[in-house]
């Protein structure tokens, strides 16, 4: 992983992250799950050049589009090229139960 891409323009390596991992794999630019191993892989794929600003456009896409538990797809700009690699269809949205109340009052009590 590099950090002197951004401080001194160095391309030395492909930074990988939480998105750029996440992103990488959904996309079907890698199939590993080690940061290490990605980078490999995406150091393969890109040209030199492209290094840098392409950690910066995932790391950006990750925290904005292509978010870890709920990816915007129908907003995604690549949504036409992506498998989706991993991603489920669509996740029910997780309802929070009202809370039933135990307590009854005078007034609700039935006489008996
Ligand atoms: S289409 Fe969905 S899974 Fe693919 S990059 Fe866009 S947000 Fe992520």
């Known amino acids: 992983m590099s950090s002197s891409g951004t401080a001194f323009g160095i391309a030395s390596g492909v930074v990988v992250d939480t998105h750029v991992s996440r992103i ?4 079907g630019l890698t199939a590993e799950r080690d940061a290490v191993k990605i980078e490999r892989d995406l150091m393969a ?3 030199k050049r492209e290094w840098i600003d392409f950690s910066h456009e995932l790391i950006h896409h990750g925290r904005r589009i292509c978010i870890a538990r709920r990816p915007k797809c129908d907003v995604c700009p690549l949504d036409e090229l992506c498998p989706r690699i991993g991603v489920e269809a ?3 949205v997780r309802r929070v ?3 039933s109340s135990a307590t009854t ?3 609700q009590r039935v006489p008996t």
Do not use: A, F, Y
């Not at 990488?24 to 996309?27: D, V």
């Open 97 to 99: 139960k009202k809370k």
């Open 45 to 47: 794929e890109l040209p």
């Open 24 to 27: 990488t794999q959904r996309l």
């Open 90 to 92: 669509s996740r029910p």
């Open 105 to 107: 009052t005078r007034s």
